[in-house]
Each structure stands twice: as structure tokens, then as C-alpha cells.
């Protein structure tokens, strides 16, 4: 942040500099007042577009490269979760509400309330964020 800010007080610095010169030029060689604020223009506008560019540029993002996904049957084997569960599960992974999974699920909010305390238990986690982690960790969802 202190290099921004270093490099945009020296364009500022240079800017002013730059002004007077040509504020020098007009009254010693009396330069049109048209030309005069070209340049002032130009010049605001080309350091509004670098500071624009520059304070909106976006981050470099990692991006995972889709892989084909295979969960580890033994692990759900081993800790009983059944197919439902599981498709509760990913439909918890994907940011759904429970009256929203019960909806595509067409079962009742309390079916998936009780599959959701299910999942808790056999994944020995208190919160849904916890639940999907540990999934994703043994590799049961995507």
C-alpha cells in the first residue's frame, strides 16, 4: 500500500511540476488558453485511467482445475452413511437451506433435519461447516 501511495504523491509531484512549466510557457511564450487545458485535461485523464487500472486490477486466483471427483466408499461404508445422507450432505455442500433440500429432495423438513443430526453424529462434528470439511477431507463430496 505505501508503494501505491509513494508512486501516486510523485505523479501528483510530477504533475504539478509539469503544470507550472506549462503555466510558465503560457505567459512566456503566450500559448493558446485552449492548448493550456488540453493538456491539463489529458493529463487528468491519463492518471485517472493508470490510478482506475491500478486500484481495480484483480487479484491473481487460484483456480482448482475440475478433476473427475471419486468419493471413497470405504469411508462412507464405514461410517454408515446411507445414500440419502449423503445427497443431504451435498445438497448442504452447495449452500442449500433445509427447507431448500427438502424441496428437491421431496421429503419433509423434518426428514432432513433428522438426516442432518444423523450426519453429526457419524461425522463427530457440532455445525453444518464442520460436517461439510470433514466430508470434503475424507473425500465423501466434491
Known sequence: MKKIILIYGASLATLVFLLKYLEYQFFVRDLSLEFYLS????????????????????????????????????????????????????????????????DRL?????????????LFLKLEVSRRTQAIQKAKELCLIP
Open 106 to 118: 421431496f421429503v419433509s423438513l423434518n426428514t432432513i433435519k433428522t438426516h442432518s443430526s444423523n
Open 39 to 102: 493538456v491539463v485535461a489529458l493529463l487528468f485523464t491519463g492518471l485517472g485511467i493508470w490510478a482506475g487500472l491500478r486500484l481495480t486490477r484483480n487479484k491473481v486466483v487460484m483456480v482448482r482445475v475440475a478433476t473427475e471427483f471419486k468419493s471413497n466408499e470405504t469411508e462412507l461404508e464405514r461410517l454408515g452413511i446411507s445414500k440419502r445422507e449423503r445427497e443431504v450432505l451435498e445438497l448442504m455442500a452447495k449452500g442449500f437451506s433445509n427447507q431448500e433440500i427438502a
